[in-house]
């Protein structure tokens, strides 16, 4: 039976064999439970309310044995520190740090933020996130315009945002408010073809904006086949949310 205890916060970590299992109040959870979150490299032990972490506490030392399976899982999350190598939309980059410079550099070009003297690492991975933002506004643009042209769609407002739970999300217009779509910024780490699947699906939504067979006929007319982009968003993409 589990033990009812209040001693524990929202955000806590406990160690459960040798592995960190930190516990996490969720409103939207209906039960205790155990979920790998492979973007931050960690196993959450999730409650439905602060007053349940104790029982979410002992779940996860009963199920010891399942998370010591899932450890190998466990990667710490990716820092964007100089000399970091990363993929931009299909070119090879490496992150660069001069005084008072964060760069993003490639063979033949070169992509540069100011920083502050004596800025610290968070404060470098800032002036890198902003420039990758940069980065995919200029290579998603185009793709937006290009696959509205085809639904013979109005180009909605772009935004580039730091999500880590979608890769992009649609809000089509209506007489109050113009459409907009928001993608991910680490989609300029994933293949062009797979960033470009996501750029179509959002545009498809702003005719369907469901998940139904008329909106699948629809992003598969802009793209073809979309199975092998979400298979490998699948397979790849905590890695991705783990940049950062």
Not at 46 to 68: H, T, V
């Amino acid at each position: 039976m589990f033990q009812r205890a209040s001693r524990h916060a929202d955000g806590d970590v406990i160690e459960v064999g040798a592995v960190p299992v930190r516990l996490t109040v969720s409103r939207r959870a209906r039960r205790i439970s155990l979920r790998v979150d492979r973007a931050k490299g960690e196993v959450l032990a999730i409650a439905p309310s602060l007053r349940r972490l104790g029982e979410a506490a002992a779940f996860a030392y009963e199920r010891s044995g399942w998370i010591a399976e899932r450890a190998p899982e466990l990667k710490p999350p990716t820092r964007l520190a100089p000399g970091l190598a990363l993929i931009v939309f299909g070119v090879p980059c490496r992150l660069g740090r001069s005084p008072g410079r964060a760069s993003l550099e490639a063979e033949g070009w070169e992509r540069g933020a100011r920083l502050a003297l004596g800025a610290d690492d968070a404060a470098y991975a800032r002036a890198i996130v902003q420039l990758l933002k940069r980065e995919a506004k200029t290579w998603f643009a185009p793709r937006l315009a290009y696959h509205c042209a085809a639904l013979g769609e109005p180009v909605p407002r772009l935004s580039i945002v730091d999500a880590r739970t979608r890769w992009g999300s649609c809000s089509p217009g209506d007489a109050r408010h113009a459409a907009s779509i928001r993608l991910s910024w680490r989609l300029a780490l994933a293949p062009t073809a797979v960033a470009d699947y996501v750029a179509a699906h959002e545009c498809a939504h702003l005719l369907h904006p469901h998940h139904g067979p008329a909106f699948w006929a629809e992003t598969r007319r802009l793209v073809g086949d979309e199975r092998p982009h979400r298979a490998w968003l699948r397979t790849h993409g905590p890695a991705l949310h783990a940049i950062g």
